[in-house]
């Protein structure tokens, strides 16, 4: 009798924990992934900590952009005067244009915070390069004035800044200046393929002359 028991007993052991063990696999289907000690950064390569802080920095300056944008870009219009030409039509120049671009300004750096997506963003500074190369815009002009807007909203937000909204603009200019510099090189690529093309056509017309 004792012995019956005995075997009833380790088979009921036996089965509940091979129950006990499919139902884990069924909780725990895949491998957990490997624990990374440091900064998370998102697919824009900002760490995680470096956008909520740009993000809340903006917040604080929405309210304030139309005027926040005028004091930066007119004292970048005083020490670059010349850059008030891309303004002029037809030899006058277009006041609804230059006051306006410095709130475009303002909101476009605030889309481009905003961005999630590494496609998008790229498309928006080629779109925004585009356009101001078509106006015959210095490049340099328009990493001047990102780097001035930095230096301005730093200075605003003296008294709350962080290390994370320092460390989130720094790397926002990096983005600006490695997508000029990318496109500069692109300029400079096809300038000098054409005028190595056009050699190489003037010489085929003189060797042909010669002939």
């Not at 905003?114 to 779109?127: C, G, I």
């Not at 054409?194 to 010669?210: C, G, L, V």
Request: charge should be neutral; charged fraction near 25%.
């Amino acid at each position: 009798m004792s012995k019956s028991f005995s075997k009833i007993s380790i088979g009921s052991t036996h089965s509940s924990a091979e129950g006990t063990q499919v139902e884990v696999e069924q909780i725990f289907p895949k491998k957990l992934a490997e624990f990374k000690v440091g900064p998370i950064y998102d697919d824009m390569g900002f760490t995680l900590n470096e956008r909520l802080a740009l993000r809340q920095a903006w917040r604080v300056i929405k309210p304030f952009e139309r005027r926040y944008g005028k004091e930066i870009y007119f004292a970048f219009l005083m020490e670059h005067y010349k850059s008030f030409e891309n303004f002029r039509r037809s030899g006058r120049l277009d006041l609804h244009s230059l006051h306006s671009h410095s709130l475009s300004f303002m909101r476009f750096i605030s889309a481009v915070i905003e961005q999630k997506d590494p496609v998008a963003f790229h498309a928006m500074l080629s779109d925004m390069y585009s356009l101001h190369c078509r106006a015959n815009v210095n490049p340099d002009y328009m990493e001047i004035i990102v780097k001035a807007l930095i230096s301005y909203i730093l200075d605003k937000l003296k008294d709350v800044c962080s290390a994370s909204l320092e460390s989130g603009f720094q790397r926002l200019f990096d983005k600006f200046h490695a997508f000029y510099d990318e496109e500069t090189n692109k300029g400079l690529s096809f300038v000098f393929r054409r005028s190595e093309s056009q050699e190489n056509y003037r010489e085929s017309a003189d060797t042909a002359k010669s002939q």
